[in-house]
């Protein structure tokens, strides 16, 4: 048997597995849910098509799409419970919105009006992460000060909490995420390790990093992995339920490899027809993550053509937003980065500041407003 794990095919077929189920939990409606896995998805892909447009329109410095990956991202998305903790990558867009991030915090970032406009605490997400593969330490590290701040395995839903980092296959070539490995299985802390596997290390192909499947690495660290077809919002959802379970339960890490494939460039200054084939993106289209859902739900009729047309405004409008938005998000104050250091200004760094703001009164002939 196939060890991708699968439940739902990409022609729109639910299938069964033997370990896995798609629970949306008690009181929930299943269709309902499945209806709102699909219009997450379907608005994520508008936001990202509306940030490559702003960017290649010189609006935003770079962007990091996530086509073809909406299905990985929302199904782990949403398999969070409130005191989860998210360390994302660089292309977590679609794990951002399911935090409830604002797509214009997300747009502030890359337009480098500031470096993360959200409170990583309040949304249980943290920044962006630049340097390939350093969030796995972070998260493993945070995971243990869960364990003894007591948040592990208390039997309370609301208080057990599991810590998630997302990385790509590229980065499990690196050494940050391997000391993670370690860290994570030495200290069994409560951590699950996302790989969206979309085959593409910029330009690398995967099968020039590894010599077995990524999620059978976690073997040799001692906790257990398993490979999502992550094209499927249902299977990735309840495989990234099961292993945040696990580690809310206390019993340790849980590698998660969502086998997918990135349909657009690496970012925005990439150019992926250079070292990959047309008809590889071609045969990836049909297995494409919002077809499929919507294919089972039109055949199974718990879905209108109404609600469509609903979804397709709400996604225009998002694109307004997005596009107005972003034209209007304020430069930074030059100053600004000296009240974002620290919760209290250091006696050195405030004499630098000022230094600075006199620097600048020379320049532009009347000194920037000092807040204090």
């Not at 447009?53 to 199904?75: D, K, M, N, S, T």
């Not at 409170?119 to 350093?134: K, N, Q, R, S, W």
């Not at 969030?135 to 701040?149: E, I, K």
């Not at 071609?282 to 494409?288: A, N, Q, S, T």
């Amino acid at each position: 048997m196939s060890d991708l794990i699968q439940l739902l095919t990409p022609e729109g077929e639910r299938v069964e597995h033997p370990e896995f189920r798609f629970d949306p939990g008690p009181g929930v409606d299943e269709a309902e849910m499945i209806r709102g896995l699909l219009r997450d998805m379907v608005l994520c892909r508008r936001l990202d098509t509306e940030a490559t447009a702003l960017q290649r329109h010189g609006e935003l410095g770079i962007w990091a799409p996530l086509l073809g990956q909406e299905a990985a991202q929302v199904g782990a998305g949403r398999a969070l419970r409130k005191q989860d903790h998210v360390f994302p990558t660089y292309r977590e867009h679609g794990v951002a919105w399911c935090r409830g991030i604002d797509p214009l915090d997300m747009l502030s970032t890359w337009r480098g009006t500031d470096h993360g406009g959200w409170d990583p605490v309040a949304t249980g997400f943290h920044l962006y992460t630049i340097v390939i593969g350093a969030q796995t330490l972070h998260a493993t590290g945070y995971a243990m000060g869960v364990q003894r701040d007591g948040l592990v395995g208390t039997g309370d839903p609301d208080r057990d909490t599991a810590v998630i980092a997302h990385f790509g296959d590229g980065a499990s070539s690196q050494g940050d995420v391997n000391e993670a490995f370690v860290f994570a299985a030495s200290y069994n802390s409560p951590v699950v390790f996302f790989c969206q596997n979309n085959q593409w290390a910029i330009s690398e192909p995967m099968e020039r990093q590894s010599r077995i499947p990524l999620f059978k690495r976690a073997q040799g660290f001692g906790f257990p992995g398993y490979q999502v077809d992550g094209n499927d919002v249902l299977a990735t959802y309840a495989v990234a339920q099961a292993a945040l379970q696990r580690a809310r339960d206390g019993e340790g890490p849980t590698l998660v490899e969502a086998y997918t494939y990135r349909m657009g460039a690496h970012t925005t200054t990439d150019d992926p027809t250079r070292y990959r084939l047309s008809e590889d993106v071609e045969h990836w289209k049909l297995k494409d993550p919002i077809a499929r859902v919507e294919a089972y739900l039109r055949r199974n009729g718990l879905v209108s053509d109404e609600w469509f047309a609903e979804l397709e405004a709400e996604a225009d409008a998002l694109g307004v937003r997005m596009r107005e938005g972003c034209h209007a998000l304020p430069d930074p104050s030059p100053l600004s980065p000296f009240n974002e250091a620290y919760a209290e200004i250091t006696p050195e760094l405030e004499t630098q500041r000022d230094e600075f703001a006199a620097y600048l009164s020379g320049l532009q002939g009347a000194a920037p407003e000092v807040t204090r």
